[in-house]
C-alpha cells in the first residue's frame, strides 16, 4: 500500500505547474479530485459518481442480506457468555467472579488484535479480512462448544474474541464504502437493526435450547450439555458468513484507495450488472480519477498526500513482480508510518475523543447488556421464592439475593447443583422483550436522525443514557427494571451507531479501518474493565455500579459536544 506523509506547505514554494506537491485540503477528511465543473462522459469519475452509476438495488439488497449472519456472528461472539452463566453455573463451578471473567475475556482478545487486524485490512482488502475472520470465528466456537471446564472455555473465548474482532470491525467500513452518499447513514442504522435482531434471536435459541434434557458424551470422554450445543448453534453464523463473502466483490472505494483503478472499475460493473440487469460492458463510467490529486495548497496548511503509484516499463513489470516480499518488521515499520497522521493536528484530538467516548459507551452498555440475563434469572428466582408474600422485587434486593445464590456454589455445592436447575420462563421474556425494543427502536432512529442530525442524536441519546443508568438503581419492582434497561440499551447501541457513523465519515479512506479498529478496541477495552468491575462493586454495595454506568456515559456526552458534524463531513 501506498505510505502517506505529512508535510507543512509553504506557499511561497508552490508552483503553477502540474507536477506540484500532491495533498488533500481537508483537515479532517480526504477529499478526492472531482472532474472539472462541466465533466464529459469519457471524463474519469471520484467514487461517488461511481458508485452512484453503478445504482442501488439488487447487489445492496444482497450486501444487507450477508451483513445478517455476519453482524449476528459479532454479537453472539460478544454476548453468549452472558446467556450460559445461569445454566452453567453447577457444570463449570462458577463464582461471581468466574462469572466477570467469562463475560470479559472475549473482548481482552479483540482488544490484543484491534490494530493489527485494523492495518491487515487497509493493506489486505476488505474482503480477505471478512472471510477468513468468520471461518477462523467458527473453529474458534467449536472449540467452545466443546470446552469441559472453567479455563477451557476462557481460552476459547479469547481466541474467539482474538479472530472475531478483524471482521467485525471491517464490515461496518466495507458497507459503507459499497453506498452511495444518499444511503450511507441508512445503511449503518440497518446495520444497527441487525444488531437488535441479534440480540432478539438470542434469548430465543436460549429459550429453545436450554429447557431441553440434553446431557451425553461422545467420544467417550466428551460430556455435553445443552449450553454447549447452544454455543455451537450460535457459531453457525460466523460459518455461514465466511462462506458467502470468498464470493464477494472487494470494495472498489479501498481498490481507488490503492491505485487499482483497473480492478475497482470491475466491481463498480458488478455491482451495475446486478443492480439494473443490464451488461457490464454498458456501465456509463469508463476510467476512476487519481486518488493523488494535484493542487496548490494554502499557507502553512498541513495537508495529506499519498504517494501515487507510477507506471512502469513493461522491460521492468516482470522484475518488479519478482520483487520479495517484505519482512515482518517492514510491515510494521510501514504500518506505522500509515498511521503517522493519527498522531497529529487535526486528527489527533478527534480521534482521542472518539476513543474515550467508545470506551465509556461499551462500558456503560455491555456491563448491563451481559448482566441483563444473570439479573432476570435471579429475579424470576427471587420472586418464585417469595410467591404470596409482600416482598418487592427492587434492584437492590434482587442483586444482593444474585451474589448469595452464586456464593452457594463455592460453599454448598451438593445443596445447590444437586437438583436440575429449573429457569423461569420470564428470563427469557423479558430479555426478548430487551432485545425487540432495541429492533423497534431503530425503526424510529432513521426518522429522528434525519430530524435532529447524527450529531444531535449522539448528543441527546448519550445525556438520556446516563440519566436511565443511574435510574435503575431506584427500581422497585422487575417490571421498572425491564421498562429502564430496555430504554437505556435501545438508546445506547442507537448512540454507538452514530459514533461509529461519524467515524467513518470524519477519518481519511486510507485511515478509517484503523481508525474504526482502534475505537473498537478502545470500546472492548471499557466492556472488558465494566465486566470485571461489576461484580466487585455489587459485592461492595448496590448503588456503586450504577453509578459508574452512569458517570462514563455523562462524560461520553459531554465529549460528543466537541466533535465535528458528521452530516458535514467530504466522505473520501
Request: charge should be neutral.
Amino acid at each position: 500500500m501506498s505510505e502517506k506523509h505529512i508535510e507543512k506547505v509553504d506557499s511561497e514554494d508552490i508552483k503553477d505547474s502540474e507536477n506540484e506537491t500532491d495533498g488533500i485540503s481537508n483537515s479532517t477528511t480526504v477529499p478526492s479530485v472531482t472532474p472539472t465543473d462541466t465533466p464529459s462522459d469519457n471524463a474519469p469519475a471520484d467514487f461517488d459518481k461511481a458508485i452512484e452509476a453503478a445504482g442501488f438495488g439488487c447487489f445492496n439488497l444482497i450486501l444487507l442480506l450477508v451483513a445478517i449472519p455476519a453482524q449476528c456472528a459479532a454479537i453472539f461472539e460478544s454476548s453468549v457468555m452472558s446467556f450460559i452463566l445461569p445454566v452453567a453455573e453447577c457444570d463449570l463451578h462458577l463464582t461471581l467472579t468466574d462469572k466477570g471473567i467469562l463475560n470479559a475475556t472475549g473482548y481482552a482478545g479483540m482488544i490484543v488484535s484491534a490494530i493489527a487486524w485494523g492495518y491487515l485490512a487497509d493493506t489486505k482488502g476488505r474482503q480477505k479480512i471478512l472471510y477468513s475472520g468468520y471461518l477462523i470465528d467458527a473453529i474458534c466456537v467449536l472449540g467452545s462448544a466443546l470446552s469441559q471446564n472453567f479455563w477451557m472455555l476462557v481460552v476459547f473465548k479469547f481466541l474467539g474474541g482474538l479472530v472475531v474482532n478483524g471482521p467485525a470491525a471491517v464490515l461496518f467500513t466495507y458497507l459503507t464504502e459499497m453506498h452511495g452518499p444518499k444511503h450511507r447513514s441508512s445503511v449503518l442504522m440497518v446495520v444497527g437493526m441487525v444488531t437488535s435482531v441479534a440480540t432478539v434471536a438470542l434469548p430465543l435459541l436460549a429459550w429453545a435450547v436450554f429447557p431441553r434434557d440434553w446431557d451425553f458424551q461422545i467420544f467417550g470422554f466428551l460430556d455435553i450439555h445443552s449450553w454447549q450445543i447452544y454455543l455451537l448453534i450460535c457459531g453457525l453464523p460466523s460459518l455461514i458468513s465466511g462462506l458467502i463473502f470468498i464470493i464477494m466483490p472487494e470494495s472498489p472505494r479501498f481498490l481507488m484507495a490503492q491505485g487499482r483503478n483497473e480492478e475497482a472499475l470491475k466491481a463498480f460493473q458488478t455491482i451495475y450488472h446486478y443492480n439494473t440487469r443490464k451488461p457490464k460492458e454498458s456501465y456509463p463510467i469508463k476510467s476512476l480519477i487519481q486518488e493523488a490529486p494535484n493542487r496548490k495548497a494554502n499557507k502553512d496548511e498541513v495537508i495529506y498526500t499519498i504517494e501515487e503509484k507510477t507506471e512502469l516499463p513493461e522491460t521492468l513489470k516482470t522484475k518488479a513482480s519478482k520483487k520479495k516480499s517484505r519482512t515482518l518488521l517492514e510491515s510494521l515499520r510501514a504500518g506505522l508510518q500509515q498511521m503517522k497522521p493519527l498522531f497529529h493536528k487535526p486528527l489527533l484530538l478527534m480521534s482521542l475523543r472518539c476513543y474515550t467516548m467508545q470506551f465509556c459507551i461499551f462500558l456503560g452498555m455491555n456491563t448491563i447488556r451481559l448482566w441483563l440475563p444473570q439479573l432476570f434469572a435471579s429475579m424470576a428466582e427471587y420472586e418464585a421464592l417469595y410467591a404470596g408474600q409482600d416482598v418487592s422485587a427492587s434492584m437492590c434486593k434482587v442483586l444482593e439475593f444474585s451474589v448469595n445464590r452464586t456464593a452457594e456454589t463455592t460453599t454448598n455445592y451438593e445443596a445447590k447443583c444437586s437438583e436440575p436447575l429449573h429457569i423461569s420462563m420470564d428470563m427469557y421474556t423479558n430479555n426478548i422483550i430487551v432485545s425487540a425494543t432495541g429492533f423497534v427502536g431503530y425503526f424510529f432512529a432513521g426518522a429522528i436522525m434525519r430530524a435532529l442530525g447524527p450529531k444531535r442524536l449522539m448528543i441527546y441519546g448519550l445525556f438520556l443514557s446516563g440519566t436511565l443508568g443511574i435510574t435503575l438503581y431506584f427500581s422497585v419492582s422487575s417490571l421498572m427494571t425491564l421498562i429502564v434497561s430496555a430504554t437505556f440499551l435501545t438508546i445506547t447501541g442507537i448512540a454507538v451507531s452514530s459514533l461509529l457513523g461519524a467515524v467513518v465519515a470524519l477519518f481519511p479512506t486510507q485511515l478509517r479501518t484503523v481508525v474504526v479498529a482502534i475505537a473498537m478496541m478502545c470500546g472492548r477495552f471499557g466492556a472488558l474493565s465494566g465486566n470485571l468491575l461489576f461484580p466487585v462493586f455489587i459485592q461492595i454495595g448496590c448503588l456503586p455500579p450504577f453509578i459508574m454506568v452512569s458517570s462514563v456515559l455523562l462524560f461520553s456526552a459531554v465529549l460528543s459536544i466537541f466533535l465535528p458534524n458528521p452530516a458535514k463531513a467530504t466522505f473520501s
